[in-house]
């Protein structure tokens, strides 16, 4: 089972940048996916979550900015950021858990690589 985050850049603040995840090696039938992020020196943080049947969870810092999504056919799964701020700047990295969704990055079996956003001020 993999799962392959890209999409990641160097973007100024209030830019947009839309990230990707593809799993491959299974379907993910019946699993919540999430996105989490890690800035340097700070520990791993919920940034979304997307529930099989669609519902979604956004982290305050995120809320309003950020919106996520997945197309349970194709097996991939989006975070599209808007307004992004200096503060945003981490590696970002996507993740899979059966369901319900959780925001502890300890309950989620499943881990891509990390691509990393890079917003400037």
């Known amino acids: 089972v993999q799962l392959q985050a890209s999409g990641g850049g160097l973007v100024q603040a209030g830019g947009s940048l839309r990230l990707s995840c593809a799993a491959s090696?299974?379907?993910?039938?019946?699993?919540?996916m999430g996105w989490f992020r890690q800035a340097p020196g700070k520990e791993r943080e919920f940034v979304a979550a997307v529930s099989w049947s669609g519902s979604t969870y956004y982290a305050d810092s995120v809320k309003g900015r950020f919106t996520i999504s997945r197309d349970n056919a194709e097996n991939t799964m989006a975070l599209e950021m808007n307004n992004l701020k200096p503060e945003d700047t981490a590696v970002y990295f996507c993740a899979a858990k059966r369901t319900p969704y959780s925001s502890d990055p300890r309950e989620y079996r499943y881990w891509g690589q990390g691509t990393l956003v890079t917003v400037s001020s």
């Open positions: 090696g299974r379907t993910f039938g019946g699993y919540s």
